[in-house]
């Protein structure tokens, strides 16, 4: 009945996903033909979904979903684009590294991979253009930078990470053998996040000099031009604000991750309408039209992707799955490859919202057994994953990059795989190095 029970969920899961259904319809379906199978009455599959909208951390979804698109409507966005630019300077390549360092900014205040490539992309590829790059190459940086969205705190995929791996038990057999394990929690996973992202976005900048040096992408000036960088911080100064009040706030324990995204809402609003004076009844429609969308659609596969996750808990499949792979090697060096590239397998063909939570319940306990550290696990994957958004067929930042260029998805994939493979190589530092992820939460005090 178990051989039976895994091949009817993964056969059904897979089956769908082939002939094009939508990733919740394949995630619910596969779950139900499991009930079915147990003979399981199907009804305790609307309970368990509807529960999973019920915890805390959960809001934190569409407020900072809210927060990001009431940024670009403030004029925060721009304001840290122009930062980016007067930072950059006479550095070859200067405005792509503007484009990296505008979606690190930017990053730090949306948490979503797509919203910070469009956001950035709609000022930046239209200037790299108009400078001489090649538009393919300027949609290719952006959609690459896009992703440290999601790996600079605060992050949308953290806390669906958060959620989903706070409520597994650590295997017995795992205490036994390691110890008790550190802590996890949202504002440590933020914390966590931190130096991996900025490790990935100075790859990028690497990538982008050596590119720019060979087709002569020049620096935006031939020097660095202190007024013209003071201009920036003082018109920006509000937008710079923006991060350090969110993240301050949760790192000193003022507010939880969920309320600072409400904060970030307040904020935002505040220096939209009394400060910028860009904020517009049509732009906070559009805003309010675009979190609507957006929340909507993750509800969706987080409702399908529970129930999916759930069966296969109870049913003891990714303790399973753990047991095999432990049995054909205990290496977690090994593992760590293994893992990688499962990830970067599933990023191509998987939003990523729902990868996390159907490959946390399998991961995990692997992991636990393994020793790993459950932070370093989380940012791991969340660097993994921020990788699918640059890679097709599902790659979500190489269709918004390809809207705002006006360049086809396939000129923009052959420009992006440097950036692919630079963004691969600082991954497996991140993996291999625990301390680049754990290093400042254990200086800021978590356990």
Same mark, same amino acid.
């Given at each position: #009945? ?13 089956? +769908? ?8 319809? =394949?995630? =619910? ?71 990296? +360092? ?88 933020? #914390? ?41 911080v003082r018109q920006g100064v509000w937008s710079l604000v923006a991060p350090v009040i969110i993240l301050g706030g949760i790192y ?11 904060? =970030?809402?307040?904020?935002?609003? +505040? ?10 009844? =049509? ?16 509800l969706l596969i987080l409702f399908a992707a529970t129930v999916f996750g759930r069966l296969l808990v109870e049913e003891e499949i990714?303790?399973? /799955? ?14 760590? /490859? ?9 990023? #191509? ?7 996390? #939570?159907?490959?946390?319940?399998? +991961? ?84």
């Open positions: #009945m178990e051989n039976d029970l895994v091949l009817v969920i993964f056969g059904s899961f897979l089956g +769908l996903l082939l002939l094009g259904a939508p990733i919740v319809v =394949a995630l =619910a379906a596969s779950a139900l033909a499991g009930y079915w199978t147990l003979g399981i009455d199907p009804i305790s599959m609307v309970q368990t979904a509807y529960t999973s909208v019920g915890s805390f951390p959960l809001m934190a979804l569409p407020a900072f979903v809210l927060a990001g698109a009431l940024m670009e409507a403030a004029g925060i966005s721009r304001r840290l684009v122009d930062i980016a630019e007067a930072l950059a300077g006479p550095v070859t390549g200067g405005l792509g590294m503007a484009t990296v +360092l505008a979606c690190v900014f930017f990053g730090s205040i949306s948490g979503s991979g797509p919203a910070t490539t469009a956001a950035v992309g709609m000022l930046m590829v239209p200037a790299m253009t108009a400078r001489g790059y090649d538009r393919a190459y300027a949609g290719a940086v952006t959609a690459a930078s896009g992703g440290i969205g999601i790996i600079i705190p605060p992050s949308i995929p953290m806390v669906i990470f958060g959620i989903s791996a706070m409520g597994l038990q650590v295997p017995v057999e795992a205490v036994q053998k390691h110890g008790e394990f550190a802590g996890l929690s949202i504002p440590k996973l933020f #914390m966590a996040g931190a130096i991996p992202g900025l490790v990935m976005a100075l790859a990028l900048i690497v990538m982008n000099a050596v590119i720019s040096r060979q087709r002569g992408y020049r620096g935006l000036t031939d020097t660095w031009r202190l007024h013209t960088l003071l201009t920036a000193c324990g003022l507010f939880t991750p969920t309320e600072s995204a409400v904060v =970030a809402i307040a904020y935002t609003v +505040l220096v939209g309408v009394l400060l910028h004076r860009e904020m517009t009844w =049509a732009k906070a429609r559009d805003a309010l039209r675009a979190t609507t969308w957006i929340t909507g659609r993750v990714p303790a399973r /799955l753990a047991g095999m792979l432990l049995g054909l090697t205990d290496s977690l060096n090994v593992v760590w /490859l293994i893992l990688i590239g499962l990830l970067l397998f599933v990023g #191509m063909f998987m939003e990523t919202l729902a990868a996390i #939570m159907i490959l946390v319940p399998v +991961l995990m306990p692997i992991m636990y057994m393994l020793g790993a550290d459950p932070t370093h696990v989380g940012v791991v994957v969340i660097c993994a994953l921020s990788i699918g958004f640059q890679t097709p067929p599902l790659g979500e930042n190489l269709f918004v990059a390809s809207g705002i260029s006006g360049m086809t998805v396939e000129r923009i994939v052959a420009k992006v795989l440097p950036f692919t493979l630079v963004s691969v190589m600082a991954l497996l530092l991140i993996a291999y190095v625990p301390e680049l992820s754990l290093w400042l939460p254990r200086v800021m005090g978590y356990k």
